[in-house]
Structures are given as C-alpha cells and as structure tokens.
C-alpha cells in the first residue's frame, strides 16, 4: 500500500513538472489556450473592390477573434467614410454638397479635412494640387474618345476654369460654401485620408497591438512593434511577382506611390498619364512613379502625387519643409532621384540581393528575364459591391509531374492552406509557412483583380529549367466556399505563343503568354 502512495505522489509531480516546463516553453499555452502564453499573432486581410482597387490589412492582436472585429470596424470604416468623400456615388455628402452654390452649408469634421488639405496643398504646391483639376480629366477623356489631342484654346478656357475659387470655409462653424460649377474631385486626399483614419480606429482597439491599412498601394502603419517590408513597384513592369525597384523597412510611417503606369488614355498611339497639371492642363511626363515616405497619410499621398507634377527641385525643396519625408522619383528616362535619407530605409541594395531575398518568398519576384518568360494573366471574378479575395495558388510542373516554381500562393491565415488541396497535396511539405514573407507592396493604383504573374524559366531554387512541357496550375478556394483549379500545358521552347483559359466561378479569364527571346 505504500508503494503505491509513493508512487501516486510522484506521478503527481512528475505532472505538476510536465505542466510547468510545458507552460514556460510555451507549448501547453499554445495548445489549451491559456491566457498570457500565447503571444500576438498578424492576421492577414485581403478584399477586392474596395474604394475601386484591392484592400489589404495586417493586425497583430493575441487572437483571432479579435482579429475578426478588426476587418468588420475597418470595412465599417471605410463604408462611412467612403459615404462622406465619395465623388463616384451621387449620394455622398461630397457629391451632394457640389451641387449646391452660393450658400454656406454645414458639413462634416471629414469633409471639412479634405476640404481645407486642398486649401493648404494648392497653396504649398503653387498650385500643381487641385480638386477642380476634374474639369481637365473630363476633356482628356473626351479627347481619348474622339481620338484626337485638346487643342491649345480647349485647354486654355479648362485652364481658366480651374484657376478660379471654388469655396470657401469657415471654421468657426465649419461650413463650407460653394463658389463654382466646375467639377471638381478629391480623390488626392480621400485614399491616404481614409487609411490613416481607419488604422488609427483599428489600433484603438482593446487588443490591437499593430495595424497596417493597404489601399491600392497606399500604406500606412501604426503600432510599436510592426516594422514591415514594404517592395516598391517597379513602374515599367507589369507583374504582380516582378522584381521590385527595391524594399524598404518602415514602422509608425504612411507610405504613397503614385504614377502614370497604370491609369491614363491613349490618343493615337500615344500615352497620356491620368495625373494632370492644373497650371497649364497638360498630362505630367517627366516624373512616371513618385514613391514618398511621410509621418502622416496625408502628407505622404499629397507629395507622391505632387512629385509627379512639380519639377525635381521643387519636389526637393518642397520636401524639405516637412520633417520625415523621404521619397524616390523614377523619372522617364529611367533615373531613381532619392531624397538623402532613402538609402537609410532600403532593406536590399542591388538587384543581385533582390533576387537572392526573393528566394526565401513563395509569393517570389522573378529574376531578371533572360531567354524567355511565361506570363500568367488571371482576372478574378468581381462579385457585388467588395469581395474577399479568393485563396490562390500558381504553380508550374514538369512533365514527369513535379513543382518546379511556385510562382504565387495567397492565403491569409495557415489554417486554410489545405483548401488548396492540390497545391498543399503536392507541396505542403516542401516549404516552411512560418517563414512565408506575405510582402507588401506600394505601387500607383490598379483595378481590382486583375493580376499578372511572370515565370523566368527558373525553379525555386533559381535553376534554369530545361526546353520543354510544362503545365501551370492555378487554383482558387473560398472560406466555406468553392473550389476551383485550372491547367493547362504549354511547349515552352522556341515558338511564342498565347493560350487563353476557360473561366470559371472564381477565375474568371485567364491566359498564358510564352516569349522567347523577349519577341
């Protein structure tokens, strides 16, 4: 009987033991969930049709469920927000307000913001920022349509338009009376407006530790713990993994690029970007992608848009006035111009170190093109109003049936990794999700879903593959929802070709473009 006391007390401790060791190393926290053992997580954010581009947050909290919350108050945010500024939507208190004339009208503290950040930009920027800048863009788009380029008097009476007063503000009651029936837009301060107020509401939040708030490549980052890598787009590429220009580190920072890329029109084979100058109605040029780094959302979307305008010196001496400001203009000839302290956030150097960190991303950026590339084109399905962007997996094989490159693989949380049964089947095992870098990027504004992917002939490792049959897999799940794949082979090995895919519920086009030799 003895024996057997002694035995039960020692199995007791050996439990109390086994229970403390757990719990210091954090194993037995993480498995029963016992409060102060798990330590923050990031929970990861990605919607489609928000604001008209794609919408990303990032929010380290101790759980998930408080992670939920978050992406309900900062879509809830963005709804209320978007009701207020909205130019597109004639119900908006904005579009509501331009249709009156003459009268002072009481408007709301964010319409009021906007309104005043314009007063204080066009005057900063000797009037390169302009919301009447609308009534240029409308001719431009006219003239896009008619195929032919304003003429000198055209422009002159638009020019003319623009330059005059269009209200005026009256803080103490903070009203705002409109002067004018020219269009007018705000679309320069509206994005950076609105992520810098929906992450400050996010990291107010009872357990919230970091934000970050992505808009259409406009970013800004709010918390003690979050410094985040941010690649920045390569404006003469078009691929969603191509190589960046290059990456930097930031924390408690807003970052805005802005260009002429992706938005503008065409006039007899000429491009025309959509940013325009309102001193003389002509489409900026000389500058095609202003990176700037600032304190404020604010003042980081106002500069990226203003360097596209302004000269080199007057970006710099502009710059100059405002305390943190670093940025980076890629001018039309290809030159970086970079503020003094740029290189100070840069995380890689050289396109050499770009490739090498690449490596360690299943989200990769290709390597420089060499003898030939494969464009993967897919545009996702756009449903009603926003839209949670699918879970998608891209990735090549060879003929005997083994990944050589995964080129994309979008997920949010490692728990829905298995919803792409096929790529998880085939290639969980290969990589290490803990180490997965879900990067960042800030770029000029795209449509939503619209994605490209390059493969440089190359495998994970940063081989070059042999000549020969290689088939791509896309695949696309839904949270709870559906599951669809794609495949298709293509002869990758003198001859160009393009292969357009059959769409599906979530994808819905798709198309393969193989080029050797760049031709």
Known sequence: MMFFKRCKVNCMKLRVLIVVLLTVTGLFGYRYGLPGNKGPKTYVSNFENVLGTSFEMKVTSASEDIADQAEVVALAEVDRLSKILSGYDPSSEFSIWQRTEGIPVPVSKELFDVLELFDTWRQRTNGGLDASVQVISLLWKEAAIKQQI????????????????????????????????????????????????VAEKVKNMAGVNDVLVNIGGDIVLIGNDLNEDINIADPQADAENDLPLTAIRIGNKAIATSGNYRRGVLINGQWFSHIIDPRNGLPADNIISATVVADKATDAGALATAFNILEPAEAKNLAATIPGVEYMLITKDGKRLMSSGWHALETIGSSKTAAEQSRKEITSIASVQESATLTINLELNTFEGRFRRPFVAVWIENSNKETVRTLALWFNKPKWLPDLKSWYHKNYSMYNTADLSMSTISSATRPPGAYALKWDMKDDKGNTVPPGKYTVYIEAAREHGTYQIMKQEVECKNKSQVITLKGNVEIASASLEYKKNGK
């Open 150 to 197: 304003p003429s000198g008097a055209a422009l002159e009476a638009v020019v003319e338009q623009a330059q005059k007063q269009h209200w005026s503000l009256d803080p103490i009651h903070q009203t705002a009376t409109h002067l004018s029936r020219v269009p007018l837009m705000t679309n320069t301060f509206v994005k950076s407006y609105i992520i810098k107020t």
